[in-house]
């Protein structure tokens, strides 16, 4: 298996957790370092966005990539036929991704500090979805409260993987879901 594998390593697919938390450690000691005060609400307003805007990112990518554009949509079955399995972005492809897309584009057009709490929301919110989504795959959340939020996330991601009609796609949130109509029937 290589860092570009669909299917990873045990020590390939822990490493997605431990970059993402390094990387949410480091923007945010940033901008405790960094930041004059009287910019923390603007910041912290910034960061909110980028929580957002990975909800809204996992939504359409789940929904229109994963489940719609080969070779994206035949790997996303295999993790379909096997919920356990390791199968899942490589994280240098995520990494690359995000820091291309949003973090140097933002950095160039708003700043370092607009920048790094943008980042910073996408980042928390990326690896708010890992956790979560190995969570509901590998028993976790049998542990949680019978009405706790991962324990509700569970039962609905399940239904994105049985019901026949596609549908829940987000993994975190169900907004999206309901705001496209995609929230499903209820089994």
């Avoid at 928390?124 to 324990?151: C, E, I, M, N, Q």
Wanted: charged fraction near 10%; include cysteine.
């Amino acid at each position: 298996m290589s860092i570009f594998s669909i299917e990873q390593s045990a020590k390939a697919y822990r490493a997605d957790f431990v970059f993402y938390a390094v990387a949410i450690a480091l923007l945010s000691g940033f901008l405790l370092w960094a930041a004059p005060v009287g910019r923390a609400p603007a910041l912290l307003a910034l960061a909110i966005v980028g929580l957002v805007l990975w909800s809204a990112l996992e939504y359409a990518l789940h929904r229109f990539v994963l489940h719609g554009i080969n070779p994206f949509a035949r790997w996303h079955r295999e993790h379909h036929r096997r919920p356990t399995a390791r199968v899942g972005t490589p994280t240098v492809l995520s990494a690359s991704l995000l820091t291309g897309v949003v973090l140097l584009p933002a950095w160039w057009l708003l700043g370092s500090l607009p920048a790094s709490a943008l980042s910073l929301g996408l980042f928390t919110g990326y690896l708010g979805y890992a956790l979560t989504h190995h969570a509901v795959h590998h028993g976790l959340s049998r542990k949680a409260p019978d009405f706790g939020w991962l324990r509700h996330q569970t039962l609905w991601h399940a239904r994105h993987h049985h019901l026949a009609q596609p549908c829940c796609f987000g993994v975190t949130t169900r907004a999206w879901d309901h705001v496209f109509g995609t929230a499903g029937h209820r089994a």
